[in-house]
Antibody
Framework: EVQLLESGGVLVQPGGSLRLSCAAS????????MSWVRQGPGKGLEWASG????????YYADSVKGRFTISRDNSKNTLYLQMNSLRAEDTAVYYC????????????????WGKGTTVTVSS | QSVLTQPPSASGTPGQRVTISCSGS????????VTWYQQLPGKVPKPLIY???QRPSGVPDRFSGSKSGTSASLAISGLQSEDEADYYC???????????FGGGTKLTVL
C-alpha cells in the first residue's frame, strides 16, 4: 500500500525556521515526482513546491520562493521542505503528495496524499 | 485571490445533476490538462478527474469532467449525500511555471 507520512509541524515564531519531512513507502520513491501542498485554516488548497524524481527539476509557488527549499533523499525514501523566514500567513496544514503522469509537469496530477502536518506561525 | 475562479458554493437535491465551473486563462486551463480534487469534510483531498476528463480507478462514473477554451467543468449526476464536500480544480500555469488551484466550491446536498 502506498503511504506518505508527514512530520515536523510545530508552533514557531515569525521569522523562524522549520524542516518538514515526508516518509514514503509502498512504491519506488525515486521514480516519482513529489509535491508539497498547504491549506490554511478554513482556506483552500495551495500548491507550494514540487520536485522531480531525480531532483533535477524543482518548482516553487511565488508565495514561498526564496524562503522555502524542497529536497529529497531517495536512499531514505524521504521528501523534505525547509521553511525559513516564516510568516503568520504560512500557518497551514502541509500535505506531501505523490505525482502521477508522464511527460512534462503540466500532465501530472497528485494521486496519493499524506494526512498532513500542522505548522503554526505565531508569537 | 486564486488564479483559477470557482463559485464558492453549489447545491442540489439527491438524484439531481450539478455542475461546478472553473475559469482560467490561456496560460493555464487553455494550455494544460485540468485535475479535479474532492475533499470530504475533515479528510485528505483525493483526485476525482485528471487529464480534463479521465477518472482514476475507483471513482464512480457519476463524476465527469470537460474543458473548453479557458474554462473547465465538473459534473456530478445522480447526486448523493456522500458527495457533500469541497471540490477544487487545478492545472499548470505556464506563466507562473507552477501548479495553480481554484479557490474551491463547497457542495451542499439539500
Amino acid at each position: 500500500e502506498v503511504q506518505l507520512l508527514e512530520s515536523g509541524g510545530v508552533l514557531v515564531q515569525p521569522g523562524g525556521s522549520l524542516r518538514l519531512s515526508c516518509a514514503a513507502s509502498g512504491f519506488t520513491f525515486g521514480s516519482f515526482a513529489m509535491s508539497w501542498v498547504r491549506q490554511g485554516p478554513g482556506k483552500g488548497l495551495e500548491w507550494a513546491s514540487g520536485m522531480s524524481g531525480s531532483g533535477r527539476s524543482i518548482y516553487y509557488a511565488d508565495s514561498v520562493k526564496g524562503r522555502f527549499t524542497i529536497s529529497r533523499d531517495n536512499s531514505k525514501n524521504t521528501l523534505y521542505l525547509q521553511m525559513n523566514s516564516l510568516r503568520a500567513e504560512d500557518t497551514a496544514v502541509y500535505y506531501c503528495a505523490k505525482e502521477r503522469g508522464s511527460g512534462s509537469w503540466s500532465h501530472y496530477y497528485m494521486d496519493v496524499w499524506g494526512k498532513g502536518t500542522t505548522v503554526t506561525v505565531s508569537s | 485571490q486564486s488564479v483559477l475562479t470557482q463559485p464558492p458554493s453549489a447545491s442540489g437535491t439527491p438524484g439531481q445533476r450539478v455542475t461546478i465551473s472553473c475559469s482560467g486563462s490561456s496560460s493555464n486551463i487553455e494550455s494544460n490538462p485540468v485535475t479535479w480534487y474532492q475533499q470530504l469534510p475533515g479528510k485528505v483531498p483525493k483526485p476525482l478527474i485528471y487529464g480534463n476528463d479521465q477518472r482514476p480507478s475507483g471513482v464512480p462514473d457519476r463524476f465527469s469532467g470537460s474543458k473548453s477554451g479557458t474554462s473547465a467543468s465538473l459534473a456530478i449526476s445522480g447526486l448523493q449525500s456522500e458527495d457533500e464536500a469541497d471540490y477544487y480544480c487545478a492545472t499548470w500555469d505556464d506563466g507562473l511555471n507552477g501548479r495553480v488551484f481554484g479557490g474551491g466550491t463547497k457542495l451542499t446536498v439539500l
